[in-house]
Nanobody
Framework: QVQLVESGGGLVQAGGSLRLSCAASGRYSERTFSNSAMGWFRQAPGKEREFVAAISWSGGSTYYADSVKGRFTISRDNAKDTVYLQMNSLKPEDTAVYYC????????????????????WGKGTLVTVSS
C-alpha cells in the first residue's frame, strides 16, 4: 500500500518559518518516487484546494503559485523518498491544511490542478499562522 505522510505543520507567528516534509512509504516509494513529480497543495477553511508548489522527478524544475513565490521553496531527496516545503515569511493567509501529492503526469501539470488529477495524496498537515 502506498502512503504519503506529511509532517512539520504547527502554529507560527506571522513572519515566521516552517518546514514541511512528506515521506513516501510502501512499494511505491522503492521504485517510483524518484520517477515521479511531487507537489504541495493547500486548503483553507471554506475554500477549494489550491496548488502551492511542484518539483520534477530530478529536482531540476520547480513551479510555484504566485502567492508563495519568493517565500516558499520546494525540494526533494530521492534517497530518502522525501519532498520538502520550506515556508518563510509566513502570512495569516497561508493558514491551511497542506497536502503532499504525487503527480500522474509531469510537474507542470500540477500547476493546472484540478484539471489534472494526482496519483496519490497524503492526509495533510495543518499550518496556522497567527497575526
Amino acid at each position: 500500500q502506498v502512503q504519503l505522510v506529511e509532517s512539520g505543520g504547527g502554529l507560527v507567528q506571522a513572519g515566521g518559518s516552517l518546514r514541511l516534509s512528506c515521506a513516501a512509504s510502501g512499494r511505491y516509494s522503492e521504485r517510483t518516487f524518484s520517477n515521479s513529480a511531487m507537489g504541495w497543495f493547500r486548503q483553507a477553511p471554506g475554500k477549494e484546494r489550491e496548488f502551492v508548489a511542484a518539483i520534477s522527478w530530478s529536482g531540476g524544475s520547480t513551479y510555484y503559485a504566485d502567492s508563495v513565490k519568493g517565500r516558499f521553496t520546494i525540494s526533494r531527496d530521492n534517497a530518502k523518498d522525501t519532498v520538502y516545503l520550506q515556508m518563510n515569511s509566513l502570512k495569516p493567509e497561508d493558514t491551511a491544511v497542506y497536502y503532499c501529492a504525487a503527480a500522474a503526469g509531469n510537474a507542470a501539470t500540477m500547476t493546472l490542478w484540478p484539471k489534472y488529477g494526482m496519483s496519490y495524496w497524503g492526509k495533510g498537515t495543518l499550518v496556522t499562522v497567527s497575526s
